[in-house]
């Protein structure tokens, strides 16, 4: 299990004087705020975030060091990632997108169909991205109790039940 969580993303700049475009990726987006630094990917450089107000598409924010629209701009993109300890822990049927990916899936018949390469949500329900061998493209399983009835941290491995037509 990572180190760091992703929670966020930064948009672009947002007004003129180094706010910037937040895209919070928690449960409750105001949350984001709520951890203390959040970091880089590499974890060489930390913001402090102090929201300032919801815009389209996200929320307004200041980040410590961040006081031009120039200095904005240039974050479009950057991925902020926080502490995994400073989160909430989860019910046990409810996982961070981050302890999914890589964990191997298998159908009922105990056959494995691929790893989870990603997790993707366009709206409708998250949908795990599966690629292995076998497939010329990725398999994208709902991931919902009836397809995934069986998800498996500490073996890492999730049981698959494939809707018709899906494998």
């Known amino acids: 299990m990572s180190e760091r969580i992703c929670v966020g993303s930064v948009a672009g700049a947002f007004g003129v004087r180094g706010e910037v475009r937040l895209k919070s990726f928690c449960a409750d987006p105001e949350t984001i705020a709520d951890y203390g630094p959040l970091f880089t990917e590499d974890g060489q450089k930390s913001y402090v ?11 307004g924010a200041r980040l410590s060091g961040v006081s031009t629209k120039e200095q904005a701009d240039a974050l479009r993109g950057l991925m902020l990632y926080v502490d995994r300890d400073k989160l909430p822990n989860l019910p046990d049927d409810e996982f961070y997108h981050a302890d999914l990916i890589g964990l191997d899936v298998l159908d009922t018949g105990g056959i494995l169909l691929g790893t989870i390469r990603a997790i993707h949500n366009h709206g409708a329900g998250d949908l795990l991205e599966v690629m292995g061998p076998g497939l010329k ?7 919902t109790k ?20 899906l494998s």
């Open 49 to 59: 975030v102090k929201l300032t107000r919801p815009v389209a598409g996200g929320l």
């Open 137 to 143: 493209q990725p398999l994208l399983v709902p991931f």
């Open 146 to 165: 009836e397809a995934v009835p069986t998800v498996d941290l500490t073996a890492r491995r999730v049981i698959a039940d494939l809707p018709e037509g």
